[in-house]
């Protein structure tokens, strides 16, 4: 399992935001090749960490580099991490550490489809089931595609770009990711093609379709905060404003207290914060991490404790 290689981004920082305590529950619901998942199961004493990935060949390698550690791998997307904890007994943890995004083992390994660098199978599915990245390019509409790269891209060309796809698989299936990554190019007007590669933000839109990353995410931030116990910490690393809009916007609703007009004399409603932010602004990657791995430029740490 050497092969499965992912630097941890924000990995100090990360863990320090759970405030770990050696007789804790603590779930970590994107595994990946367990480097946080790792350090968190180092604090641990009596405690339990119950690490979670829906990509088979992550968990065969977080069972592997946790073997020995007080800690349980299981094969799940992080949405549904309460069933995956009732399984072993447990209702309520003291953490649950989320980190976004794709890891560098798939991003690095051409036959998973994620990368428009290597020519390979269009599939960029984490968990390897359901449907792929050629799915949604070979059957879904023009509105359907120009929509997921408005969305989930922030997409400008989403439109010429649509188009492009569906010209294309009129001659023949779009099947490779180079194939894919040509039509893009081909799509954008040449001084976008000179600044940068035009295809990220295409690339990115569709892994999140195929991935349903939003709506596993919207409902994991729920179900983890629901999770924690008195004075438990949900910690969320993420890596696009999409993603970074979402968490933000739902720790300012758990620490939210009343809701009653402004020109209300008193409070009616009763409402009181669930939670209280933990860092006024994200904690983002320091010098030296940068230097040492560039993908944690864009990465971005917040954390909420539940009251």
């Given at each position: 399992?050497?092969?499965?290689?992912?630097?941890?981004?924000?990995?100090?920082?990360?863990?320090?935001?759970?405030?770990?305590?050696?007789?804790?529950?603590?779930i970590d619901g994107?595994?990946?090749?367990?480097?946080?998942?790792?350090?968190?199961?180092?604090?641990?004493?009596?405690?339990?960490?119950?690490?979670?990935?829906?990509?088979?060949?992550?968990?065969?390698?977080?069972?592997?580099?946790?073997?020995?550690?007080?800690?349980?791998?299981?094969?799940?997307?992080?949405?549904?991490?309460?069933?995956?904890?009732?399984?072993?007994?447990?209702?309520?943890?003291?953490?649950?550490?989320?980190?976004?995004?794709?890891?560098?083992?798939?991003?690095?390994?051409?036959?998973?489809?994620?990368?428009?660098?290597?020519?390979?199978?269009?599939?960029?599915?984490?968990?390897?089931?359901?449907?792929?990245?050629?799915?949604?390019?070979?059957?879904?509409?023009?509105?359907?595609?120009?929509?997921?790269?408005?969305?989930?891209?922030?997409?400008?060309?989403?439109?010429?770009?649509?188009?492009?796809?569906?010209?294309?698989?009129?001659?023949?299936?779009?099947?490779?990711?180079?194939?894919?990554?040509?039509?893009?190019?081909?799509?954008?007007?040449?001084?976008?093609?000179?600044?940068?590669?035009?295809?990220?933000?295409?690339?990115?839109?569709?892994?999140?379709?195929?991935?349903?990353?939003?709506?596993?995410?919207?409902?994991?931030?729920?179900?983890?905060?629901?999770?924690?116990?008195?004075?438990?910490?949900?910690?969320?690393?993420?890596?696009?404003?999409?993603?970074?809009?979402?968490?933000?916007?739902r720790f300012a609703?758990?620490?939210?207290?009343?809701?009653?007009?402004?020109?209300?004399p008193q409070c009616?409603?009763?409402?009181?914060?669930?939670?209280?932010?933990?860092?006024?602004?994200?904690?983002?990657?320091?010098?030296?991490?940068?230097?040492?791995?560039?993908?944690?430029?864009?990465?971005?740490?917040?954390?909420?404790?539940?009251?």
């Amino acid at each position: 399992m050497d092969d499965f290689k992912h630097i941890p981004v924000l990995l100090g920082e990360a863990v320090d935001a759970l405030n770990v305590k050696p007789d804790g529950v603590y779930i970590d619901g994107t595994a990946g090749g367990a480097g946080h998942s790792r350090e968190i199961a180092k604090k641990l004493s009596g405690g339990l960490l119950i690490a979670l990935d829906r990509d088979p060949k992550a968990v065969s390698v977080a069972a592997e580099r946790l073997s020995g550690f007080n800690a349980k791998v299981i094969q799940s997307p992080f949405s549904q991490m309460r069933e995956a904890a009732e399984t072993l007994g447990i209702d309520g943890v003291d953490g649950v550490l989320l980190d976004l995004g794709v890891s560098s083992y798939q991003l690095d390994t051409p036959e998973r489809g994620f990368s428009y660098h290597a020519d390979a199978p269009l599939d960029m599915r984490m968990s390897g089931e359901g449907l792929s990245a050629r799915d949604i390019v070979n059957e879904y509409d023009y509105i359907s595609i120009r929509d997921i790269l408005y969305k989930y891209g922030e997409e400008n060309y989403a439109p010429s770009i649509a188009k492009a796809i569906l010209a294309a698989r009129e001659v023949k299936p779009i099947e490779t990711t180079l194939e894919l990554a040509e039509i893009v190019k081909n799509a954008v007007p040449q001084k976008v093609r000179r600044a940068k590669n035009p295809c990220k933000k295409t690339f990115q839109a569709i892994r999140i379709a195929v991935n349903d990353e939003f709506g596993q995410l919207d409902a994991a931030l729920d179900t983890a905060f629901d999770m924690l116990k008195k004075g438990g910490r949900l910690a969320v690393i993420t890596f696009h404003s999409l993603e970074d809009r979402m968490v933000k916007q739902r720790f300012a609703e758990f620490a939210k207290g009343c809701i009653c007009p402004p020109d209300f004399p008193q409070c009616v409603c009763g409402r009181t914060p669930r939670g209280k932010i933990i860092f006024r602004k994200p904690v983002t990657a320091g010098e030296k991490e940068l230097e040492d791995n560039p993908r944690s430029r864009s990465a971005k740490l917040r954390a909420v404790e539940k009251l």
